[in-house]
């Protein structure tokens, strides 16, 4: 039988480099063919094969009601017949606003753009501009989009400099970026103590999503809130994938901690492209064309695009929505957990809100360290076991995974099933 995906594949290959439009898919983590998906409803994708997968990826986490809830379709469908994009106000994008501003802990005001790129770039040039500060602080492993300043990895001491981890990115730009390891309060301390002055903003993930699912000590949260504090540093929530993702208020709300700025993404978009960055009015007041940091986008407010957004937003805040989506993602974890024991193999899992990680390791990781250290061989293993057997999961060791409220209590006793066959083989 003919392949279709590795026919488009091949095809994509030669007029997109590495055939895709963002590195993960390539599947480079994992080997094998990427899937090139042609449909998806609720809890399940098909491929250009006419296969079936359970998803557990959710386009990277947007697709919190499952693929083409039929509201959220005829909200776009019903903004699209009215024009697709302006360039000037509209009364959706207000109404946006003032949801995510009545939902969302401290946000007095929020502009809205087009990705989660977008939302941390313009929010760490808002910090510096309201500091008038250069430094950044960020952590090991925290993935905040793809623009200069956000794309370093740790210098060789502590206390140094970061060095560009991608090429283009001038160390000109990179110098200007602390990398301190994640859950370290003596490094946060440190750095702190030294050159807490020049710190314009520290920005993180709060729950770790893009180096695997790690989670924020007690201890680490409190120092960011405190140091930021006392030396006047903005602290930075990039909830792009943790907003509506780990509860309805974020991890801020989860946490109980105050942040300055808050990026949104993904989940706010319902699958579009939808972004937004807020925080405090004094701050927000800084952006053009109130205040003298610029920042702006041809799209942005998209009504087509917000039609989807808010509509998702109506959706997930119904009473119980967060209670079931949590018990469905920790019977997956749970589930895969006991099926690993069971024969043998040296995994543990964790969930928190619909968002999970998956370890092969028997302790969960609380660092980049400890996440490289976990078993990337047991981990591709797993995911072509389970990609064959109709389980999309990320093909990457590095990556969160997502369940859906589409997703039922079925479809997860199926794919702890197919994963128990898995680690029979493994163990
Ligand atoms: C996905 C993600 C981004 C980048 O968002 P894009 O829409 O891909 O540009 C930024 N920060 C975090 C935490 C993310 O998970």
């Not at 057997?389 to 079925?410: K, N, Q, R």
Request: charged share 20%.
């Amino acid at each position: 039988m003919s392949d279709r995906n590795q026919e488009l594949f091949d095809r994509a290959q030669r007029s997109i480099p590495g055939g895709v439009n963002s590195p993960v898919r390539a599947f480079r983590n994992v080997g094998g063919t990427p899937r090139f998906f042609a449909r998806a409803q609720g809890s399940r994708l098909w491929d250009a094969n006419g296969k079936a997968y359970i998803d557990y990826v959710g386009s990277w986490g947007p697709a919190i009601l499952g693929h083409a809830h039929p509201d959220v379709i005829r909200a776009v469908q019903e903004k699209a017949a009215l024009g697709l994009s302006f360039g000037a106000p509209t009364e959706i994008e207000v109404e946006m606003a003032e949801t995510l501003c009545r939902l969302v802990p401290n946000l007095d005001m929020v502009r809205l753009v087009s990705s989660g790129t977008e939302a941390t770039m313009s929010a760490i040039r808002l910090a510096r501009g309201f500091t008038g500060r250069d430094a950044i602080v960020k952590f090991e492993g925290c993935y905040h989009g793809h623009a200069d300043s956000l794309l370093v990895k740790a210098g060789s001491g502590l206390l140094t400099f970061g060095n560009p981890s991608s090429g283009g990115v001038p160390a000109d730009f990179a110098k200007h970026t602390i990398v301190l390891p994640y859950n370290d309060v003596t490094a946060l301390e440190e750095v702190f103590a030294n050159r807490g002055g020049e710190i314009a903003t520290v920005i993180l993930e709060p729950v770790v999503g893009n180096m695997n699912l790690v989670m924020p000590s007690r201890a680490f949260l409190d120092a960011l809130r405190a140091l930021c504090s006392k030396h006047g540093s903005i602290l930075i929530f990039d909830e792009v994938m943790t907003g509506f993702r780990v509860g309805p208020k974020g991890a801020q709300g989860l946490f109980g901690i105050d942040a300055d700025l808050v990026t949104l993404g993904k989940v706010i978009g319902g699958g579009m492209p939808v972004g937004a960055f807020g925080g405090r009015r004094e701050i927000m007041e800084k952006i053009s064309p109130l205040g003298a940091v610029y920042q702006a986008g041809t799209l942005s407010g998209s009504p087509v695009a917000v039609a989807a957004g808010l509509e998702t937003l109506r959706l997930i805040s119904a009473p119980g929505f967060y209670e079931n989506l949590s018990a469905r993602t920790k019977q997956l974890t749970d589930g895969l957990a006991a099926a690993a024991k069971q024969h043998g193999v040296a995994f543990c899992a964790q969930a928190v809100g619909g968002m999970f990680g998956l370890y092969f390791s028997t302790t969960l990781p609380s660092s980049y360290n400890e996440v490289m250290a976990c078993d990337k061989e047991g981990f591709n293993r797993f995911f072509h076991g389970m990609l064959d057997a109709g389980h999309y999961f990320a093909p990457a060791s590095f990556e969160a995974g997502f369940v859906s409220a589409a997703h039922t209590e079925a479809d997860v006793a199926a794919t702890i099933a197919a994963a128990d066959a898995v680690f029979a083989a493994l163990g």
